[in-house]
């Protein structure tokens, strides 16, 4: 709803006009992420020259966590696209320039993680845009989601709850 109703197009523009701004380029990059759930909207965002704009935030916001954690979010959801293009356009644009200056920055685990699989997709050869790995973006948003504790609930012990005593049974 959110891209249809112009959305994608007022971020990367907010995007564009507050450059120097960590905040708003943290927050267009993490919307754009989000909206990279439908994959119309990311064929809007790569229309609108979306990619250029989140690997340009990635470069002039290279230490700043918040950035580097949504941008590199949204940079992963092009590459689970079957569409060298959009490969092409991130690399054209600086990214492998960028990601290797995140992680020279000393970045969070989750943003460290992140940007080794980008990287490595971004110079993987011969990826075809008719069959990608049918793996890769599965993968990929499994680690992502383990990473940022979706997927830790289960090696916890069960809750207690108030009044409930569990009885030995022999």
Do not use: W
């Amino acid at each position: 709803a959110i891209g249809r109703a112009g959305g994608n197009r007022m971020i990367i523009g907010a995007m564009q006009r507050h450059v120097d701004h960590a905040g708003v380029q943290e927050q267009a990059c993490g919307a754009l992420a989000n909206l990279g759930i439908h994959q119309q909207n990311m064929v809007e965002i790569a229309q609108l020259n979306g990619i250029e704009c989140v690997v340009s935030s990635l470069r002039r916001h290279a230490t700043h966590p918040g950035v580097q954690e949504n941008a590199c979010f949204a940079l992963s959801k092009f590459l689970t696209m079957p569409n060298e293009n959009y490969r092409q356009r991130m690399r054209s644009a600086g990214a492998e320039d960028a990601l290797n200056i995140i992680m020279d920055s000393n970045p969070s685990f989750d943003v460290k993680i992140c940007v080794k699989v980008l990287l490595r997709r971004l110079t993987e050869e011969g990826q075809s845009q008719a069959s990608p790995p049918s793996s890769q973006a599965p993968q990929f948003q499994a680690n992502y989601g383990m990473q940022q504790g979706q997927g830790q609930q289960h090696h916890n012990p069960p809750p207690k709850f108030p009044g409930y005593q569990q009885q030995d049974r022999k």
